[in-house]
């Protein structure tokens, strides 16, 4: 399978803090993508990184792939108490999304 | 624009009633797709569709079923209701294909007795 694998699986920080999750893959992908959930709601698209791309930027977002890894990290910087939320990688490839376990962040104000 | 609707929010089934989950998105969205989502196994995909009269089977079709008679409808059916289905249910809905974005409901949150 290709299922995406977060790390760690929660993490708890103090408000104004980066908040760093990391999610390893198996196979070959066309796209990396990673969303958030609140509690109660469901999935947003956060942001889209292709096989070709090694880093992207969206406002507090960054995210990297190292495709040589079957890597990527999501940053959140000077996290906020409205990012606590569980966040999770869904990779594509020669099938639908397939969406890992997540992390679940909680950011302490 | 609502998006993405699931219709019930919540719903208690005794084992082996039937019922049917709606979900309806008014984005003209040609994908469609259900998910189970389970506590410590993320997401999983049950079906999915890449286009009106379309369905094929994902990653635990098992015990269900599923109808796109409509575009910006997708049913998903469960004929013999068991405890193994409990789960909170997601459906989504994508674009142009099935490795972009998806746009996800709220979900609906399914106990079976």
């Known amino acids: 399978s290709q299922q995406g694998e977060e790390d760690p699986q929660a993490l708890s920080i103090q408000e104004g803090e980066n908040a760093t999750m990391n999610c390893s893959y198996k196979t070959s992908i066309n796209n990396l993508q990673w969303y958030r959930q609140n509690s109660g709601r469901g999935l947003v698209h956060l942001i889209l990184?292709?096989?070709?791309?090694r880093e992207k930027h969206s406002g507090r977002l960054r995210v990297t792939l190292d495709t040589s890894k079957k890597s990527s990290s999501l940053l959140i910087t000077a996290s906020r108490a409205a990012d606590t939320a569980s966040y999770f990688c869904a990779t594509s490839g020669n099938t639908p999304l397939v969406f890992g376990k997540g992390t679940r962040l909680s950011v302490i104000a | 624009n609502a998006g993405v609707t699931q219709t019930p929010k919540f719903r208690v089934l005794k084992t082996g009633q039937s019922m049917t989950l709606l979900c309806a998105q008014d984005m003209n969205h040609e994908y469609m797709y259900w998910y189970r989502q389970d506590p410590g196994m993320g997401l999983r995909l049950i079906h999915y569709?890449?286009?009106?009269?379309?369905?094929a089977k994902g990653e635990v079709p098992d015990g269900y079923n599923v109808s796109r008679l409509k575009k910006q409808n997708f049913l998903l059916g469960l004929e013999s209701a068991a405890p193994s289905q409990t789960s909170v249910y997601f459906c989504a809905s994508s674009s142009t294909g099935t490795d972009q974005p998806q746009h996800f409901g709220d979900g609906t949150r399914l106990s079976i007795l």
């Open positions: 569709s890449v286009g009106e009269g379309t369905t």
């Open positions: 990184i292709r096989s070709n791309e």
